[in-house]
Structure formats: C-alpha cells, structure tokens
C-alpha cells in the first residue's frame, strides 16, 4: 500500500512562515492526487483547512496556503500565530476511492 | 448548518459486536459520501472506507476490508460503522466525515475494547 510521508515535528517562531510537506512512495504528487490538508488539535476533531491541492475552505484563515512543489504537496503558513500549534494531516486520493492520510507532522510554534 | 453527530462512546468486550452511528443535518444526506477514519491512541489518521448514501456504493482501504462494515439507513439520514467481532487493537476513536473533501467531521465515537 502506498506511504504518504510527513516531517515528524517542525518549530516555528510566532510571526514566521513554515512549509509542511506530503510525498508520495510511489511517486511525485500532483493535482489528480487531490491533496488536502487538515489540522488537529489536542482532544478535538480534525478540522480541514485545504482540499484540491490549494483550495481553501470558507473558514480557513488566509495564512494557510496549499501548493505543490517539487513533487510534493506542501502547506505553508505565514505570519503563524500560537494558535496554529497543531498537528496536520494531509490526505491523498490514490484513485478509486482509495484515499490514504500521511503520518502526520507536529507543528511547535515557539 | 451542517452536522454530523455521532453516538457516545463504547466500552465492549473482546469478541462482541458493535454498531456505531453518525447522524447528519444541514445538507442532502445522499448527495454526499460518508467517510469514517480511525485514530489509535497517540496516533495519527487512518482511512477506513466512504460510501455513498444514495446507492450504498462502498469502498474500503484494502487495511480495513473485511474488518468492518459501513452501511446507511437513509431515511434517518445515518451512517453505521460495524464490526461483528472485536479486538482490543479496535480500540481508538473514529470520526465520520462528509465527502473526498471530507470538509465537515463528526466529533469522534472513542470506542474502548478490553477485557
């Protein structure tokens, strides 16, 4: 079964701009892969924030960006606040209603 | 406004059976498919499987085929996820969610199996 790959943790200062990043084991991730981003916080339910590679829901804040980039989905924050300490998630559509989450990456904002 | 409500927790033996539910409001019920992913203790998302109300068209991830059953009953616009046989490795919480985009989640059923 395919592995979507995540970075385990990254740190971010309050006020700076982080890139999180999903790849594919079978290859370079594009938009027919469907990208979508979620973010998670401590006891509560994920909560999406970017769905076809860069669309954004009409609750995400405008910090949150969804492009690819060198054969992998990537999600960038800007101007990150401490409330973005989370954990996301990006998802992949795999085809044929296969779809497969990432490991997830740790996002500290210190 | 859009809501999907799922049943309270559980606390089963190993071996039972146990159906777990999530009830939706606020849009078309069989215009969108339903998703159910699972998440262990301390870890992170699984996808489990979608189905889609309108047909009962389902699939699952080839980790949770056979394992489990998805199912709807449209006239009370609900979703089921189902297993006939439980294991202590079932325990974790699972979120129902609308659609591929999976933009609305339900709050999360923590289903505990131990002896």
């Known amino acids: 079964q395919t592995v979507v790959t995540q970075e385990p943790s990254l740190t971010v200062s309050p006020g700076g701009t982080v890139t999180l990043t999903c790849a594919s084991s079978?290859?370079?991730?594009?938009?027919?892969?469907?990208p979508n981003w979620y973010q998670q916080k401590p006891g509560q339910a994920p909560r999406a924030l970017i769905y076809?590679?860069?669309t954004k829901h009409s609750w995400t804040p405008a910090r949150f960006s969804g492009s690819l980039l060198g054969g992998q989905a990537a999600l960038t924050l800007s101007g990150v606040q401490p409330e973005d300490e989370a954990e996301y998630y990006c998802?992949?559509?795999?085809?044929?209603?296969?779809?497969?989450f990432g490991g997830g990456t740790k996002l500290t904002v210190l | 406004e859009v809501q999907l409500v799922q049943s309270e927790a559980e606390v089963k033996k190993p071996g039972e059976s146990l159906k777990i539910s999530c009830q939706v409001s606020?849009?078309?019920?069989?215009?969108?498919?339903i998703a159910w992913v699972r998440q262990m203790p301390g870890k992170g998302l699984e996808w489990m499987g979608i189905?889609?109300?309108?047909?009962?068209?389902?699939r699952y991830s080839p980790s949770f085929q056979g394992q489990v059953t998805i199912s709807v009953d449209k006239s009370i616009s609900t979703a089921y996820l189902q297993w006939s046989s439980l294991k202590a490795s079932d325990t974790a919480i699972y979120y129902c969610?609308?659609?591929?985009?999976?933009?609305?989640w339900g709050q999360g059923t923590l289903v505990t199996v131990s002896s």
């Open positions: 076809s590679t860069s």
């Open positions: 998802l992949l559509h795999l085809g044929d209603a296969q779809l497969v």
């Open positions: 189905i889609y109300p309108d047909d009962s068209d389902t």
């Open positions: 079978t290859g370079a991730v594009t938009s027919d892969d469907f």
């Open positions: 969610a609308r659609g591929h985009d999976t933009d609305y």
């Open positions: 606020g849009y078309s019920f069989t215009r969108y498919w």
